[in-house]
């Protein structure tokens, strides 16, 4: 959605950060869901034995530093590269982007010690889809003017 903005205007540099920090944030999502699934089957072999054990400890502990620390600095990473391609480029509007640099900044400094500072990325990603959203519904399709000129 957002690559077909920008369109001739993608900076490759900043391209290439924003789909690998992207990647990167996902992988780490999956790996925290994975671990946080093992605790759940572990559980379900043998609950009585496994909420006191160093194993379960262990994988909250993984599960929590992949998702509340190192995905959240991609998020940060992916919010930044996308904010200057804004910036540069004007595909969205400039508060959008300024707003993302502040998120990002939070997320980068915030790490373990605000439990809920993660939910501003889906936040910011939510902000941006209501915004393309409601610019595309503001323009003329591309497909209704080329068919009335077509018929012109």
């Known amino acids: 959605m957002l690559r077909d903005r920008l369109g001739e205007l993608e900076d490759r540099f900043f391209s290439t950060v924003f ?3 992207g990647l990167l944030f ?3 999502l999956f790996a925290s ?3 946080a699934g093992g605790i759940i089957m572990a559980y379900r072999a043998r609950p009585e034995a496994l909420l006191d054990s160093a194993t379960y400890t262990f994988a909250h502990d993984v599960a929590y530093e992949i998702m509340n620390l ?3 600095k991609m998020a940060a990473v992916f919010m930044i590269s996308t904010s200057t391609l804004a910036v540069r480029t004007g595909f ?3 508060w959008l982007a300024f707003l993302g640099y502040a998120f990002a900044l939070c997320l980068l400094l915030s790490g373990r010690y605000v ?3 993660i939910v501003v990325f889906p936040f910011w990603v939510l ?3 209501i915004h393309v959203l409601i610019d595309n ?3 003329p399709s591309q497909a209704g003017a080329a068919s009335q000129e077509g018929s012109s």
Do not use: C, D, P, Q
Request: hydrophobic share 70%; charged share 10%; aromatic share 12%.
């Open 19 to 21: 789909f690998g920090s």
């Open 26 to 28: 996902l992988a780490m």
């Open 33 to 35: 869901a994975a671990v």
């Open 70 to 72: 190192y995905a959240a």
């Open 92 to 94: 969205i509007a400039r």
């Open 115 to 117: 439990a809920w500072i």
């Open 127 to 129: 902000l941006i889809s």
């Open 137 to 139: 519904l503001r323009r």
